[in-house]
């Protein structure tokens, strides 16, 4: 074949089969996920959190478990943003600090921010969020073992009454993007 039929063709983009469990590589660019290992360090200057395995994705960030300290260790949740040139992480943030100045004392549904600190990387800056380790993800148990009755009754209780807390105390839940199936934390 000549060179013009390859130089007509167009530019290659590898198209993964979707994997609920994987995100999506091409994700890992300019503006988007950070990359991280199992076993890197990721410092927020007063801390160092050494990754020890990855507890999921979302549109606009993955999520790991870290251990804090070698001699007794701690377990969390660090959650890093995409580098978008949006704020949504910022208003994350913001969300998290507004709860702590206006109802310290917290709620047992609504996640705790223990740490956050901004690292950069070869696609950006990136917000990180520390959490406490929460639990496997509720869709995850439905699809392979179900819930019974009696727990999802519980769990939509949990539901509203953190939807109730969150709204009483100027929160209101949603999300900025168009609905897509996607499977996160």
């Not at 890992?28 to 990721?42: E, F, L, N, Q, R």
């Not at 478990?65 to 660090?78: D, F, I, K, N």
């Not at 148990?141 to 969150?166: E, F, N, P, W």
């Amino acid at each position: 074949m000549d060179d013009d039929y390859f130089n007509s063709l167009p530019p290659f983009r590898y198209c993964a089969p979707r994997l609920d469990d994987i995100e999506n590589v091409e994700n890992y660019a300019p503006g988007g996920y950070h990359p991280v290992d199992i076993g890197d360090v990721i410092s927020s200057g007063e801390r160092d959190y050494e990754v020890v395995h990855k507890l999921g994705h979302g549109g606009c960030a993955t999520i790991w478990l870290v251990r804090l300290g070698a001699q007794s260790p701690t377990y969390h949740a660090l959650k890093i943003l995409c580098a978008d040139n949006d704020d949504y992480p910022d208003r994350e943030l913001a969300i998290f600090e507004h709860l702590k100045a206006v109802a310290s004392d917290g709620h047992p549904n609504v996640v705790d921010l223990q740490d956050s600190f901004k690292i950069s990387g070869p696609n950006g800056l990136h917000q990180c969020l520390v959490f406490p380790v929460l639990g496997p993800c509720l869709q995850n148990i439905y699809r392979k073992t179900g819930i019974s009755g009696a727990v999802r009754y519980d769990l939509c209780r949990q539901v509203a009454s953190a939807m109730a807390y969150l709204h009483h105390h100027g929160v209101c839940h949603g999300d900025r993007r168009l609905y897509r199936k996607q499977y996160s934390l």
